[in-house]
């Protein structure tokens, strides 16, 4: 049985979720935890925008009152009159291996379709981040190949493997 997900804006009771999911190494998960930095950031951007705005933004990904992790966006120019987004989605760590990843990047993607003029949105992942790369295809992301030495984690440099999504592409 599948569970319904739905994505909402956070509130200031959230922010500590949002800190633990990229701040604590017990939580983030190994292809997340890229080190302590910028221990205010959610704490900064909720006062500044509620974590929502042009360039950006982050949701939480629920069910019912169950808080399962944080989807985020941003903008990045492809030419000087267009754009893509970029996405992540980080679960909380009860929900992974569930499908809600799955879920969670297609709610993101029906999302900014529908509230941009946007035609492609990406994502990138470890490349020895299996469980992701099946989300991104399961959500309907095209592979687009490998993306060497694009991220730094754990001492050393690693290799990405690129996704695209396209506005007319089945979700």
């Not at 267009?82 to 499908?99: K, L, N, S, T």
């Not at 003029?117 to 095209?142: C, M, P, S, Y």
Request: proline share 4%; aromatic share 8%; net charge neutral.
């Amino acid at each position: 049985m599948t569970i319904r997900l739905e994505l909402r804006r956070a509130g200031e009771s959230d922010l500590s979720l949002l800190e633990d999911l990229t701040q604590d190494p017990d939580v983030t998960g190994e292809f997340q935890w890229f080190g302590w930095n910028d221990l205010r950031r959610w704490r900064r951007g909720w006062q500044e925008n509620g974590l929502i705005g042009p360039d950006g933004g982050t949701l939480l990904v629920v069910s019912g009152d169950d808080r399962l992790g944080l989807v985020n966006w941003r903008r990045r120019p492809t030419t000087p009159a267009a754009f893509c987004w970029e996405i992540g989605v980080i679960m909380a760590p009860q929900a992974r291996g569930r499908g809600h990843g799955t879920q969670a990047h297609r709610l993101l993607a029906s999302y900014l379709f529908a509230h941009s003029t946007a035609h492609r949105i990406e994502a990138a992942t470890d490349v020895e981040n299996i469980a992701e790369q099946r989300a991104l295809a399961k959500a309907g992301f095209a592979r687009e190949g490998v993306l060497r030495g694009i991220g730094w984690r754990d001492g050393a440099w690693r290799d990405g493997v690129g996704y695209s999504l396209l506005r007319t592409d089945p979700l």
